[in-house]
């Protein structure tokens, strides 16, 4: 049992530590948030009713793509993180880069690649996912120089000792 010293010694002598919970707590909230909210609405060509997925050691790895596009939109690609598990699961990474996207057209030929021009630290990083939080990667690209056509988005989580690839087809029209 704590004394009333030890008591308020624990609610009111930490209030750095209850600023970073805080923090914590409404960071993974944002995170949840913008997975599920960017869900909403977002039909897919290969699933009418759920995006790719792939679940592996109860995390669930979801990837969305903006169905279809005008040429003068930009896309959206999001890859969701989810730990479905009833414990903290964490993700090793050989590197900074976490993740990359990529598109190519139906000749096999890569039209853009978010990492193309960017460089990583090469160094072990471990992502700690709490129990039922979400994490989401989200970029976008334009399509303006892009003719009409069907495309394959990849995203792919640069975990390791295996990385995992997900993929997904979408169109531009004119």
């Given at each position: 049992?704590l ?8 609610f ?12 914590l ?10 997975c599920?909210l960017s869900r909403?609405?977002?039909?897919q060509?290969?699933?009418?009713d759920?995006p ?6 109860e ?5 969305v793509?903006d ?26 990474f050989n590197?900074?880069?976490k ?10 030929s ?5 990492s ?15 129990t039922?939080?979400?994490i989401a ?18 995203g ?9 690839l ?9």
């Amino acid at each position: 049992m704590l004394s009333m010293s030890e008591r308020n010694n624990f609610f009111t002598g930490k209030p750095v530590n209850t600023i970073l919970v805080l923090l914590l707590f409404f960071i993974l909230f944002m995170l949840v948030l913008s997975c599920t909210l960017s869900r909403t609405g977002i039909s897919q060509e290969t699933s009418k009713d759920q995006p790719p997925a792939k679940v592996i050691d109860e995390i669930e790895f979801t990837f969305v793509v903006d169905p279809v596009k005008t040429s003068s939109e930009p896309v959206k690609l999001e890859l969701c993180i989810e730990n479905k598990s009833a414990d903290p699961k964490k993700l090793t990474f050989n590197s900074a880069q976490k993740y990359d996207f990529w598109v190519i057209d139906s000749s096999g030929s890569e039209v853009w690649r978010w990492s193309h021009d960017k460089s990583f630290l090469q160094i072990i990083e471990e992502l700690q996912i709490p129990t039922a939080a979400k994490i989401a990667f989200i970029e976008s690209f334009e399509t303006k120089d892009m003719t009409s056509g069907t495309y394959t988005a990849y995203g792919e989580v640069m975990a390791s000792p295996a990385s995992i690839l997900l993929s997904d087809r979408f169109e531009i029209k004119k």
